[in-house]
Nanobody, 122 residues
């Protein structure tokens, strides 16, 4: 089993930056692909970014491409999501997830954190 805990969310203004962290326990993340998803009120959970187990490949939703960066430090069992130039439409609960494949499909991930709230005011 893998337990994931997100942190780093908060209330910021449009144009600000935040860095989310996702720390794993219970098992090393070394062999897992990691993803970030988000869910806004009244909307379905949507893909944000993913990274392969080695960190060699990443992919992003079009809505965040060029503004968000996913990275990982396997020695620290941690995955990050650097979010720059935040917009009000980025407001959501952000979840990290671990799975065998680095995909944009939530069902492909086996483990999920509880989420961290990000609120961007205009």
């Amino acid at each position: 089993q893998v337990q994931l805990v997100e942190s780093g969310g908060g209330l910021v203004q449009a144009g600000d930056s935040l860095r989310l962290s996702c720390v794993a326990s219970g098992r090393t993340l070394n062999w897992y692909a990691m993803g970030w998803f988000r869910q806004a009120p009244g909307k379905e959970r949507e893909f944000v970014a993913a990274i392969t187990w080695s960190g060699g490949n990443t992919n992003y939703a079009d809505s965040v491409k060029g503004r968000f960066t996913i990275s990982r430090d396997n020695a620290k069992n941690t995955v990050y999501l650097q979010m720059n130039s935040l917009k009000p439409e980025d407001t959501a609960v952000y979840y990290c997830a671990a799975g065998k494949l680095s995909t944009d499909v939530a069902a492909h991930y086996d483990y999920w954190g509880q989420g961290t709230q990000v609120t961007v005011s205009s």
